[in-house]
């Protein structure tokens, strides 16, 4: 019996003090917050209002105010560090090539139109601009605007180069940097732990366990961005009609679950961005579940969304 009441006490307690923690967090952690808070993420550049990842988007991003541009990261033959997203240039440039087997100067323009990942049935046509970038160009070009860089290769010397790259430019509280996959976060992570740090898909799971468990206020973490997709997008990306009623269901559990639990996961210790959100509808609903920002392909249409309704950059 006295067993009983021991475990029933301490159970309680832990389930009390886990919940206190939770909602109070700073009673156990000072709350990380970096030098750079965003509301308003450019997604490419912008990638449904220019040709993705060149540097017109990425001034026309800044030009409407932006608080963050995000890009991805490829190595050339040459280590020379280029903003792309594909490994492969072929929907990008009609040339089936990888960018690691050409050197800068042999890499294609792009095309003239590209398809827009996040927006059923659009495409983008571009300007004059159709070169594939350099890292170094956008940080000459914007030195003080919050970069979000996705590395998409798992190779340790692009790792190295956009480390140096961020260092030389003194730029370390101005970049996140990371990976879906573990394997490729980690050793970002140890090369140059001064960068803030995206949550690899992997360590989401691990955070949602934790959350679950109420181990997450006693668990120190050392990434400090959490990206993650608001699940009903996916009826953005095919027909709705053609969804399975199970698939329906499942969207929307996975939708209440972010509901509840985004606001408390930002207050925690870490920014909490939703991506990628093209419409009006969606803004409102992530800054509605708490998201600290929300990545978009359409800039424009969320600054006059945010200025329509009074949402700022965080103080």
């Given at each position: 019996?006295?067993?009983?009441?021991?475990?029933?006490?301490?159970?309680?307690?832990?389930?009390l003090t886990s919940a206190l923690l939770l909602k109070c967090p700073n009673l156990l952690h000072r709350k990380r917050r970096g030098t750079f808070l965003c509301r308003h993420i450019s997604h490419r550049g912008g990638a449904g209002e220019?040709?993705?990842?060149?540097?017109?988007?990425?001034?026309?991003?800044?030009?409407?105010?932006?608080?963050?541009?995000?890009?991805?990261?490829?190595?050339?033959?040459?280590?020379?560090?280029?903003?792309?997203?594909?490994?492969?240039?072929?929907?990008?440039?009609?040339?089936n090539a990888f960018i690691s087997d050409m050197a800068y100067n042999e890499l294609p323009p792009y095309l003239c139109k590209l398809d827009v990942t996040f927006q059923k049935e659009c495409y983008?046509?571009?300007?004059?601009?159709?070169?594939?970038?350099?890292?170094?160009?956008?940080?000459?070009?914007?030195?003080?605007?919050?970069?979000?860089?996705?590395?998409?290769?798992?190779?340790?010397?692009?790792?190295?180069?956009?480390?140096?790259?961020?260092?030389?430019?003194?730029?370390?509280?101005?970049?996140?940097?990371?990976?879906?996959?573990?394997?490729?976060?980690?050793?970002?992570?140890?090369?140059?732990?001064?960068?803030?740090?995206?949550?690899?898909?992997?360590?989401?799971?691990?955070?949602?366990?934790?959350?679950?468990?109420?181990?997450?206020?006693?668990?120190?973490?050392?990434?400090?961005?959490?990206?993650?997709?608001?699940?009903?997008?996916?009826?953005?990306?095919?027909?709705?009609?053609?969804?399975?009623?199970?698939?329906?269901?499942?969207?929307?559990?996975?939708?209440?679950?972010?509901?509840?639990?985004?606001?408390?996961?930002?207050?925690?210790?870490?920014?909490?961005?939703?991506?990628?959100?093209?419409?009006?509808?969606?803004?409102?609903?992530?800054?509605?579940?708490?998201?600290?920002?929300?990545?978009?392909?359409?800039?424009?249409?969320?600054?006059?969304?945010?200025?329509?309704?009074?949402?700022?950059?965080?103080?």
């Amino acid at each position: 019996m006295c067993a009983a009441v021991y475990v029933l006490s301490t159970v309680t307690g832990y389930v009390l003090t886990s919940a206190l923690l939770l909602k109070c967090p700073n009673l156990l952690h000072r709350k990380r917050r970096g030098t750079f808070l965003c509301r308003h993420i450019s997604h490419r550049g912008g990638a449904g209002e220019n040709l993705e990842n060149t540097m017109a988007a990425f001034k026309h991003a800044v030009d409407v105010g932006t608080d963050m541009l995000e890009l991805d990261c490829h190595l050339t033959k040459d280590e020379q560090v280029v903003v792309s997203h594909d490994a492969n240039l072929r929907r990008a440039t009609g040339i089936n090539a990888f960018i690691s087997d050409m050197a800068y100067n042999e890499l294609p323009p792009y095309l003239c139109k590209l398809d827009v990942t996040f927006q059923k049935e659009c495409y983008c046509a571009g300007g004059d601009d159709k070169r594939i970038p350099l890292l170094q160009d956008v940080f000459d070009a914007f030195p003080n605007t919050p970069i979000n860089i996705d590395i998409k290769t798992n190779n340790d010397t692009l790792i190295k180069k956009v480390s140096a790259l961020v260092t030389k430019y003194d730029r370390e509280n101005l970049t996140v940097w990371g990976n879906a996959r573990n394997q490729v976060a980690k050793k970002c992570y140890k090369e140059n732990p001064r960068i803030p740090l995206l949550f690899s898909l992997p360590r989401v799971l691990q955070l949602v366990g934790l959350f679950y468990t109420g181990l997450l206020p006693f668990v120190p973490l050392k990434e400090q961005f959490l990206e993650i997709p608001m699940p009903s997008i996916l009826t953005k990306l095919k027909d709705p009609n053609g969804l399975t009623r199970s698939q329906r269901v499942l969207i929307w559990l996975t939708d209440t679950r972010l509901r509840s639990n985004t606001l408390r996961l930002s207050r925690i210790c870490f920014q909490v961005y939703i991506w990628v959100l093209n419409d009006e509808e969606d803004f409102q609903r992530a800054f509605d579940l708490g998201a600290t920002g929300v990545m978009t392909d359409f800039p424009t249409r969320l600054r006059d969304f945010m200025d329509k309704n009074g949402i700022s950059k965080p103080e």
